[in-house]
């Protein structure tokens, strides 16, 4: 079955960059998606797509996704950032939904 | 305004059933494929099931095929979950989550339905 591999944690300090990786066999051929869920609330979709932003989230949310490796980057990182972050594909050859592991981002 | 509300959890012993029902309101409910979406204490999210928009198809992750079937009524604007032949390992908070896009992804969620298996 089809993985997607995150760093367990990612800090930061406020104002500085954090990239969070998600990594899968051959990942840029799909579309992933990224979502962010806080303590005791639903995830959020953050990016769709590979580089997406749906309304309301800021520019300074990012994506990409080539060869193995898709990455978020929040860019001007807030105290509001902390959160956990999910990466997440549909895997056409097991006709499943695969989520990554999960990075929790601590903001310093 | 656009809401899924989860409803149906509770303390059941291994080898009982439970149905799980999701209520949805302020969207086009039958323009969205529905998915069951899991996260145990402490854990990642695990998806469970699939449905499409119709609700002519479905999927199920490994883990629960064969136990659980998941459905959807659009004119109620309702999806469900029947549990069956519940085990330990499948105490989680279970969650509804949709998506109109064509890849796959969830930009509507429950708050879920906390599922809890023991003797």
């Known amino acids: 079955s089809y993985v997607l591999t995150q760093p367990p944690s990612v800090s930061v300090a406020p104002g500085k960059t954090a990239r969070v990786t998600c990594g899968g066999d051959n990942i840029g051929s799909k579309p992933v998606h990224w979502y962010q869920q806080k303590p005791g609330r639903a995830p959020v979709l953050v990016i769709y797509y590979d580089t997406n932003r749906p309304s309301g989230i800021p520019e300074r949310v990012s994506g990409s996704n080539s060869g193995n490796t898709a990455t978020l980057t929040i860019s001007r990182v807030e105290a509001g950032d902390e959160a956990d972050y999910y990466c997440?594909?549909?895997?056409?050859?097991?006709?499943?939904?695969?989520f990554g592991t999960g990075t929790k981002v601590t903001v310093l | 305004q656009v809401q899924l509300v989860e409803s149906g959890g509770g303390l059941v012993k291994p080898g009982g059933s439970l149905r799980l029902s999701c209520a949805a309101s302020g969207f086009t409910f039958r323009d969205y494929y529905m998915s069951w979406i899991r996260q145990a204490p402490g854990k990642g999210l695990e998806w469970v099931s699939y449905i499409s928009s119709s609700g002519r198809i479905m999927f199920y992750s490994d883990s629960v095929k064969g136990r659980f079937t998941i459905s959807r009524d659009n004119a109620k604007n309702s999806l469900h979950l029947q549990m069956s032949s519940l085990r330990v390992e499948d105490t989680a908070v279970y969650s509804c989550a949709g998506g109109s896009g064509s890849y796959f992804d969830f930009d509507i969620w429950g708050q879920g339905t906390l599922v809890t298996v023991s003797s």
């Open positions: 997440q594909v549909w895997d056409r050859n097991s006709d499943h939904y695969v």
